[in-house]
């Protein structure tokens, strides 16, 4: 898939004025300028801003049928006579192209890749602005010049087929959003409207790049829908999705970079919803803090949560209610079967709770785990708390460990931390030690709005206590021989309709087989299914893969050094991950220090003073509450529970961004939380572009390993080596010189991708096929 990744390109961005859009490419024949970052003197000016961009496609068999439409304004004072260029396919995948401009078909030609790329480098050299440059070697389809009056409005729709790429054993659509990466102003609404069409039953359906909503019509047929709102893209738009007759079916993709060193793995399965017959009766048991701090509008709110949990129980599930201020309260006093009776009984209960007095966490928590007997069928206990332990036991340590051995049946905690006051460490530390998670609710939102998206997620389960293991050519996951690393590392349930996303690596290429096994009612069960793991990946298509894993690799390190403490290998390799794969957590935010050279980078794994930093940061740890502390242990559960390459701050739930940071985060800077307070923070001194971590330090941008080559060949201290003392080693060019464009045309698609995130003021280090450039 070297090109098809790419492979619609820029389909409209506007390279006009002061923003650029999400698909294609409109070019002002009146004004060439540096777009599209700010152009500081426009007289007339030429602006615009993006109302709507609206994707439609319907996927069956293979085939996309694309439909595009986006309307955007002339905000300036002059005229703007633009072209429409639309990027084709390198390998010529798409027929039928139909663009209209208000509804009218427009003249347009088309160009081969040979006669595109002269139009490519023409754009680029008047406009001196690399942004183009990821798409040389496409063909190209550009219409004539058409007016765009001041203040007016235009419409330009694109319809085309597309050739969908098939790679391991799933089917591969992209769309690109990325050139909005360059953009200064959000685009007003964007969405994404797929309709995926099956004769075999659908059954994984994933986006490595956006979250997205996916509702099923029947086993053949599922919707998937995007909505965004004053947002500036920062990836294209790529979908997954298989289909399988079986109720269970995974799909494992894989990459792996470096053949002698170990590749990544990432598994999805998603279970059929079972029919009513085929139900796995399940156990919930709700506790819930009624303390003095959970008064007004919070208990109104754990009460709606109530009431939502017992609305949705079924038939055969077991439940009960656990209330708890400086005493605890159960609705009954051992599990009840949930029937209409019994759940008008518990609302009755649930409308009778009001707020006051303490907090017995460690009693709540006994008393609901006592109540749990049967070891046959799966166990949830949602706990909810907004404050510290007050009453009775206080200790963290204490609390969890009783709570661990009151545990006997594996019952799953699902933690709920309500505002800035709870003890966010003894959450996770419950969540870790009894097979669960948590969660954390802001201030200003909504406790029901949390508990029912869990809830949701868990109501059906399909296959308990599941384990997954991989064999090949006498290797076993048993003895790490197979796979390593894995995450979710610990046996988990599997429901209907929600996907689980594991992630891991592996040590050897070739064919596999997957042993899922779980049980059902008590019952085992094992399903097995064929993979074929990558030998050597050729390009950077399923790179995703490894960026997601280190996202929760590092997140499981962080919960380690949390709850168990310092340990500096565990240090060192947080260091070496977020200066790999230019991931800024609270503790590595050094990363995005400009004052350090930029050779210093190379020895980030071993060099003493990242280390120290880092250990530094670390012990910020220690705040368990607070601000400082919920936000931390948020930025955590975000990591280790990552599925995608979100564009959410480090934080996850928490922290918002402004247009500004928007557009830099775009552009491939960086998002992360800071440790001391619930406030996200952006730097574009480390970007991610592609797969790759670009660092600024001073007027150079460089990627770690350009560092690490250099470290490497004049055996000089990182702390010594200077850029003037490279010589020769490193090959000058002028951007934009015939040169540098003679360049461009031996690069791959990633390569012109680092060279188009080069802006005005810097020089870029970088090392493409063995030689070093410093791109000035």
Not at 72 to 78: I, L, P
Not at 447 to 465: C, F, G, M, Q
Not at 543 to 555: D, Q
């Amino acid at each position: 898939m070297t090109r098809f990744s790419h492979l619609l390109a820029a389909l409209v961005a506007l390279l006009v004025g002061s923003t650029a859009s999400a698909q294609g490419v409109l070019i002002d024949h009146h004004h060439w300028h540096r777009l599209p970052r700010p152009w500081v003197q426009p007289q007339p000016q030429t602006e615009y801003k993006i109302k709507s961009l609206a994707i439609q496609a319907r996927l069956k068999d293979q085939v996309a049928q694309v439909q595009v439409s986006q309307t955007f304004v002339n905000t300036g004072s002059a005229q703007m006579e633009v072209q429409f260029v639309f990027p084709l396919p390198y390998d010529g995948a798409i027929d039928r192209l139909t663009l209209l401009v208000d509804g009218e078909e427009w003249p347009a030609e088309l160009l081969p890749a040979d006669k595109a790329r002269e139009r490519y480098e023409e754009i680029v050299r008047k406009s001196k602005d690399p942004a183009l440059l990821e798409w040389m070697g496409n063909g190209l389809f550009q219409t004539s010049v058409f007016p765009v009056p001041a203040g007016k409005e235009r419409t330009v729709s694109l319809h085309y087929n597309q050739l969908l790429r098939k790679d391991q054993g799933v089917t591969d659509f992209l769309f690109p959003l990325s050139t909005a990466k360059y953009s200064v102003k959000p685009v007003e609404k964007l969405e994404v409207n797929l309709t995926i069409e099956s004769s075999v039953a659908i059954r994984n359906v994933y986006s490595p790049t956006h979250e997205i909503d996916v509702k099923h019509s029947g086993k053949k047929t599922a919707r998937v829908s995007v909505t965004l709102n004053e947002t500036i893209p920062t990836s294209d738009f790529r979908l997954f999705f298989d289909v399988n007759p079986s109720k269970l079916a995974t799909s494992v993709l894989s990459y792996k970079p470096e053949a002698r060193e170990d590749g990544f793995f990432l598994l999805l399965t998603t279970p059929q919803v079972p029919d009513n017959g085929e139900q796995v009766a399940k156990t919930v048991v709700f506790v819930v803090d009624k303390s003095g701090s959970m008064s007004g509008k919070k208990i109104e709110q754990a009460k709606s949560a109530l009431k939502f949990v017992l609305n949705n129980l079924r038939e055969g599930d077991t439940f009960n209610i656990v209330a708890y201020d400086s005493s605890v309260e159960s609705f009954r006093p051992e599990l009840e079967k949930f029937n209409d009776k019994t759940r008008e009984q518990a609302l009755g209960f649930v409308e009778g709770l009001y707020a006051g007095g303490g907090t017995a966490i460690h009693d709540a928590l006994t008393t609901s785990l006592r109540q749990l007997q049967d070891n046959k069928r799966p166990s949830y206990v949602i706990f909810l708390t907004d404050g510290l332990p007050t009453v009775g036991e206080r200790s963290e340590i204490k609390i969890a460990a009783a709570a661990q051995e009151a545990n006997q049946v594996r019952a799953r905690i699902l933690n709920f931390g309500v505002g800035y006051d709870v003890n966010s460490r003894l959450l996770d530390r419950l969540g870790r030690e009894n097979f669960g998670a948590s969660e954390y609710v802001r201030p200003n939102e909504d406790i029901e709005a949390h508990v029912s998206k869990v809830y949701n997620r868990i109501k059906a389960p399909v296959l308990t206590d599941v384990s997954v293991a991989f064999e090949m050519d006498g290797l076993m996951t048993a003895d790490g021989k197979a796979v390593n690393r894995v995450y979710p590392g610990e046996a988990f349930d599997l429901f209907g309709g929600e996907q689980v996303v594991m992630v891991g690596r592996y040590r050897k290429g070739g064919a596999a087989k997957v042993v899922l096994s779980g049980t059902v009612n008590d019952e085992p069960h094992a399903y097995d299914f064929g993979a074929d793991l990558v030998k050597h990946s050729g390009d950077q298509s399923f790179a995703f893969v490894e960026k997601l894993w280190a996202m929760r690799r590092i997140g499981d390190i962080i919960d380690e050094l949390d709850l168990h403490g310092a340990n500096e290998e565990l240090t060192k390799e947080l260091v070496s991950l977020s200066t790999k794969h230019g991931i800024l957590t609270s503790y590595t935010s050094f990363l995005a220090d400009e004052s350090s050279r930029p050779t210093e980078l190379a020895r980030s794994t071993d060099f003493l003073s990242n280390r120290l930093q880092t250990e530094e940061r670390l012990e910020r740890l220690n705040e368990a509450a607070g601000e400082a502390g919920v936000a931390q242990r948020a930025a955590k559960q975000f990591f280790r529970q990552a599925d995608r390459l979100s564009t959410a701050p480090a934080a996850g739930a928490f922290g918002r961004q402004d247009a500004e940071q928007k557009a830099m985060i775009a552009r491939g800077g960086t998002q992360y939380q800071s440790a001391q307070s619930d406030e996200s923070l952006v730097t574009d001194a480390v970007r991610q572009i592609g797969n790759n971590a670009l660092y600024r330090r001073g007027r150079i941008l460089c990627t770690s390993e350009t560092a690490e080559l250099f470290t490497k060949e004049t055996g000089q201290s990182a702390l010594k080596l200077e850029l003037e003392q490279l010589g020769d080693k490193v090959k000058v060019i002028e951007r934009f010189s015939t040169e540098y464009f003679t360049l461009c045309t031996a690069n791959t698609v990633d390569e012109n991708r680092l060279l188009a995130s080069q802006t005005d003021g810097e020089e870029l280090l970088v090392n493409l096929r063995g030689q070093a450039y410093l791109i000035k």
